[in-house]
């Protein structure tokens, strides 16, 4: 087990919370592995909690797809099937395409004034990392870029839904957006959606955002035809 888990402090009664979400943290940013049983007695001493703690917030992760708790043996990491990777890339899209065409429609009447200024700083930002094949700074501006379209959508509730697939996955993200010609391709498809969204063409946003998923289960599928053993994918 990699433990890059931080020290938790804080009151009593969020103290099992705050445990959660560093766990939660770990599992999103690929300290804890697919498959990886979670050992609760070293998360307990890196994070300073006792080991009771740890096996609530474990506890309490059980439904949130990230963990399989299972019977004699203990918590592990999920491991994502083919299925599962199938089901999340079409509930992400169809949410994400929402997304898009309630921004681009928001940007046109005007509620949504500094929404397009902020993708496209981020767009030029992915550029420079991509340029210096900065793959860990890309991979966080992408999720920013994501974010930034269902924050403009003002559907709260979609958001919720959508950070909590997200989530999910990360488990199996990561490894699409270490490929250099999948990168490129993701700018691309970003620029895209941010070009409908900037003219207010909330069918044109749609379309570009139903796209870019897709296209993303298209890379996935064909680094597993690449990499058997791969349970990663792309954006």
Request: a negative charge; charged letters at 25%.
């Amino acid at each position: 087990m990699s433990m890059n888990a931080r020290p938790i402090g804080g009151r009593r009664e969020t103290l099992a919370g705050e445990v959660r979400g560093e766990i939660e943290r770990m599992i999103v940013a690929g300290d804890l592995k697919a498959g990886e049983k979670l050992n609760e007695l070293s998360l307990a001493t890196a994070m300073g909690v006792s080991r009771g703690t740890v096996r609530e917030a474990i506890r309490s992760l059980a439904d949130s797809g990230l963990i399989d708790l299972i019977a004699n043996r203990g918590a592990f990491v999920h491991e994502t099937t083919l299925d599962e990777v199938r089901n999340l890339y079409d509930l992400r899209g169809s949410i994400f395409a929402m997304a898009c065409a309630a921004s681009a429609r928001r940007v046109g009447g005007g509620q949504e004034t500094g929404l397009v200024a902020k993708l496209k700083a981020n767009l030029e930002a992915m550029q420079v990392s991509h340029s210096r094949d900065d793959r860990t700074a890309y991979y966080d501006l992408n999720i920013a870029f994501h974010d930034m379209l269902l924050e403009g959508a003002g559907n709260p509730k979609a958001k919720t839904i959508y950070d909590n697939l997200v989530k999910e996955m990360h488990l199996f993200r990561r490894r699409g957006l270490s490929v250099p010609t999948n990168i490129a391709q993701s700018i691309a498809e970003h620029a895209a959606i941010v070009a409908a969204v900037d003219v207010g063409d909330s069918e044109g946003a749609r379309l570009a955002a139903l796209n870019h998923i897709e296209s993303g289960f298209a890379r996935y599928m064909q680094l597993l035809e690449e990499t058997p053993a791969l349970v990663q994918g792309a954006d």
